[in-house]
C-alpha cells in the first residue's frame, strides 16, 4: 500500500536547523510532485514548498525563501526539507505530500516546535 513516512521533527532554538526526510512506497515516487505542508495549532494546512517530479524546479512560500530548501533522491524514493534560521512560528505539524493527477497521498506528519 501507499506510504509517507516522515521523520527529522523535534525541538530546536530559534535560529537553529533541522532536516525533515519523507520516504515514499508503494507508488512510482519519480513521477510525483512532492511537496511539504505544515499546520500550526488553529490555522489552515498551508503549502511550505514544491519539487516538481522531474527537473526538480522548485517552489517556497515566502515566509520560507531563502530558508528552507526542499530536495528529492528518486534513486532512494526520498524527499527532503531542510530547515534554517527557524523561527518560532515556524511551529507546526509538518506533513509530506505526494501529487500526480488524480491521485495525491499523505505522510502522518512530523511535530516541528521552536522555542528556547
Known amino acids: 500500500q501507499v506510504q509517507l513516512v516522515e521523520s527529522g521533527g523535534g525541538l530546536v532554538q530559534p535560529g537553529g536547523s533541522l532536516r525533515l526526510s519523507c520516504a515514499g512506497s508503494?507508488?512510482?515516487?519519480?513521477?510525483?510532485?512532492m511537496r511539504w505542508y505544515r499546520q500550526a495549532p488553529g490555522k489552515e494546512r498551508e503549502l511550505v514548498a514544491a519539487?516538481?517530479?522531474?527537473?526538480?524546479?522548485?517552489n517556497y512560500a515566502d515566509s520560507v525563501k531563502g530558508r528552507f530548501i526542499i530536495s528529492r533522491d528518486n534513486a532512494k524514493n526520498m524527499v527532503y526539507l531542510q530547515m534554517n534560521s527557524l523561527k518560532p512560528e515556524d511551529t507546526a505539524v509538518y506533513y509530506c505530500?505526494?501529487?500526480?493527477?488524480?491521485?495525491?497521498?499523505w505522510g502522518q506528519g512530523t511535530q516541528v516546535t521552536v522555542s528556547s
Open positions: 505530500n505526494a501529487w500526480r493527477w488524480p491521485n495525491e497521498y
Open positions: 508503494g507508488f512510482t515516487f519519480s513521477v510525483y510532485a
Open positions: 519539487i516538481l517530479a522531474a527537473g526538480g524546479r522548485t
